[in-house]
Every structure is written in C-alpha cells, then in structure tokens.
C-alpha cells in the first residue's frame, strides 16, 4: 500500500517537506470501521428523529 506521504509528494508542487509534515500532522485521527459504522448509525437516527420531528 502506498503512504499518504508518498502520495503527497506527488501531488503537492515543488515536493517541499515542510508541506508534507504540516499536512500529516493536520490530518484526523484514525478510527477503526466499528467506530465508524457507530458514528454513522448514531448519525443516521438523529436525522430520521429530526425528519419526523418536522413533519
């Protein structure tokens, strides 16, 4: 698997370091899949309680 530095020299002009470090270490920390499916069900019930507060 490529790193996210690796693609970040490719993308980013003049491949300067300094950019690369300043955007890794302003990236979101990482959560594994339950922890997102988590997020995305607690997520998906506020709307559908908001929705059917507003009808």
């Given at each position: 698997?490529?790193?996210?530095?690796e693609?970040?020299?490719?993308?980013?002009?003049?491949?300067?370091?300094q950019?690369?470090?300043e955007?890794?270490?302003?990236?979101?920390?990482?959560?594994?899949?339950?922890?997102?499916?988590?997020?995305?069900?607690?997520?998906?019930?506020l709307?559908?309680i908001?929705?059917?507060?507003?009808?």
């Amino acid at each position: 698997m490529i790193s996210n530095e690796e693609i970040l020299k490719v993308i980013l002009p003049n491949n300067h370091e300094q950019e690369v470090d300043e955007l890794n270490s302003n990236s979101l920390p990482s959560i594994t899949h339950s922890e997102a499916i988590e997020h995305y069900d607690k997520k998906k019930a506020l709307n559908n309680i908001l929705f059917l507060r507003d009808k």
